[in-house]
């Protein structure tokens, strides 16, 4: 019978716990700092991007800083064919003036500092002179016709929409700029086309319509595309800053967990010694008083006194041993003696030292043991903690005239295990976790008051571990518990005899 860790699946549950509220309490604190620079903006949107847009918007301005008087020279010249050549001239100074003017402005707005600007003046500032420059651009639709030329309406309708094509590009990070810049000769090209419905064709009146409706959206598109890349880069910026955070912490904690491992290994090596001398002269003498080996005590109570520091004394040695077998496996620093050992022979050694400890509670331990099975290579010391381990669990929880069910077989794959069945009271599903600690103990052990370190079953899967094996326990309440220890196919020394004339074992919950 094979299984996951219990230990594993709960440590693995709680750290999804734990990263699950780590997360939900970052979206939170994430986005009520979202929300209240929201609220303290009328935009709609964070303050900080205010800055980042209208700057956006004044780059876009000066690296257009030649390519816009190029295409004033172009458009005023070719205005000459149906305008004044005085008007038209007239009209590119005046256009120069208002690109040039809105080009200092914006290289202006470049070289300050974030903290020295005021942008709702800023923003004002491009509104107008955005505005003066949707004003130049749509005279020159009003310049008066000195010459017949063919395609008039056509040409003006096209200067609009590179007027419109142009302004959505350049402003499309402050929507109201492209609204100031496209309304006026949008409007004077709407209301020259329904004023000469009749002589003009209703198609190019529709796509004057339209196309400035295509742009205005394509602005706001554009808008809010810039919205979202600079929401991604602040979402991004703020992972890392958290990575890097959480790394730091991370350090930190491994650094404090690295110099409080060190501690705790001075600590027991100096301590180890300085308890288990004492311990063993206490267990030394009071053995010897026991026995009356130099006369009788004289007095009864002593000697059930005797009896009590010779018992608690065993029991300190004994938790001292656990507690320094754990640190030394947890440490690394546990070697395996491996060798040829046969579970079955070790099975029997285990339950011969148990045997009078159970029939004082009126316990049977049966016995299940498949004695063609193969040597394995393991450490026979380890395997004989990890049975007596389960052993004393077993007994010291299963009720009077109780029965254990001590099992050695094959596993399917080919390995071998060891499982240790109780009738007693079992454990509660919530429980199993806390048995499988350090130092856990169930609410069980809590009502019997029974002696223990809850350091056994901790030993037990450290161990099972080392030698590549697997660690299950099965438990319902008023029914008993079954553990079971599975050791891999790879340690199984040589081939056994065909499944089918091995033993077969049969486990059998007691109901």
């Not at 639709?141 to 010459?147: A, D, E, R, W």
């Not at 904690?253 to 288990?276: C, G, I, V, Y």
């Not at 029939?359 to 049966?366: F, H």
Request: aromatic content about 6%; overall charge neutral; some cysteine.
């Amino acid at each position: 019978m094979a299984g996951v860790s219990p230990t594993k699946g709960a440590a693995d549950k709680k750290k999804d716990t734990n990263g699950t509220r780590a997360a939900r309490r970052r979206a939170v604190l994430r986005t009520v700092h979202d929300v209240r620079e929201q609220l303290n903006s009328q935009q709609g949107y964070r303050p900080t991007f205010q800055h980042e847009l209208m700057l956006m918007y004044a780059k876009n301005r000066t690296s257009a800083g030649l390519a816009i008087p190029i295409l004033l020279l172009i458009v005023g010249a070719i205005s000459t064919l149906w305008a004044d050549p005085v008007h038209s001239l007239a009209w590119i100074g005046a256009s120069m003036l208002t690109q040039t003017v809105l080009f200092l402005v914006a290289r202006r707005f470049e070289r300050l500092n974030s903290e020295e600007i005021d942008l709702a003046v800023w923003r004002r500032r491009f509104l107008m002179w955005e505005a003066i420059g949707g004003v130049v651009w749509a005279s020159i639709l009003l310049l008066p016709s000195t010459k017949g030329a063919a395609y008039l309406v056509e040409y003006q309708f096209a200067i609009m929409l590179v007027v419109v094509a142009v302004t959505t590009m350049l402003a499309f990070s402050i929507p109201a700029a492209v609204w100031v810049a496209s309304v006026p000769i949008s409007s004077i090209i709407i209301y020259q086309t329904i004023l000469n419905a009749g002589s003009v064709d209703t198609t190019l009146s529709l796509m004057s319509i339209g196309s400035l409706v295509f742009f205005m959206m394509l602005s706001k598109r554009l808008y809010h595309s810039t919205l979202a890349m600079m929401n991604f880069r602040v979402e991004k910026d703020f992972l890392i800053t958290e990575l890097e955070q959480a790394k730091a912490i991370s350090d930190e904690s491994r650094r404090q967990a690295e110099e409080a491992n060190t501690a705790k290994s001075r600590f027991l090596a100096t301590m180890s010694h300085e308890l288990r001398t004492p311990l063993n002269a206490i267990l030394g003498f009071s053995e010897i008083m026991q026995n009356e080996v130099f006369g009788a005590v004289g007095n009864a109570k002593y000697l059930e006194y005797v009896n009590d520091i010779h018992s608690s004394g065993a029991h300190l040695l004994n938790l001292i041993n656990e507690i320094l077998d754990l640190s030394r496996i947890e440490a690394g620093r546990y070697k395996l003696n491996e060798e040829a050992v046969t579970l079955a022979y070790i099975a029997e050694d285990c339950e011969n030292l148990l045997r009078i400890r159970a029939r004082a509670k009126d316990i049977s331990i049966k016995l299940k043991l498949d004695e063609s099975l193969p040597k394995l290579w393991a450490d026979e010391r380890a395997i004989r903690q990890i049975i007596l381990n389960l052993l004393t669990n077993a007994v010291k929880f299963t009720p009077l005239a109780g029965q254990i069910t001590l099992s050695i077989g094959a596993t399917s794959e080919g390995g071998q295990f060891v499982s240790v069945e109780d009738n007693g009271p079992g454990i509660p599903q919530n429980e199993i976790a806390t048995v499988l600690s350090a130092f856990g103990q169930g609410s069980a052990a809590i009502q019997s008051a029974e002696e223990g370190s809850g350091l056994g079953l901790s030993i037990v899967q450290a161990l099972v571990s080392m030698h590549g094996g697997s660690f299950d326990l099965q438990s319902e309440l008023r029914k008993g518990t079954i553990v079971t220890v599975t050791l891999p196919k790879t340690r199984v020394m040589d081939i056994g005899p065909p499944k089918s004339k091995q033993k077969q074992i049969v486990l059998k919950r007691a109901g």
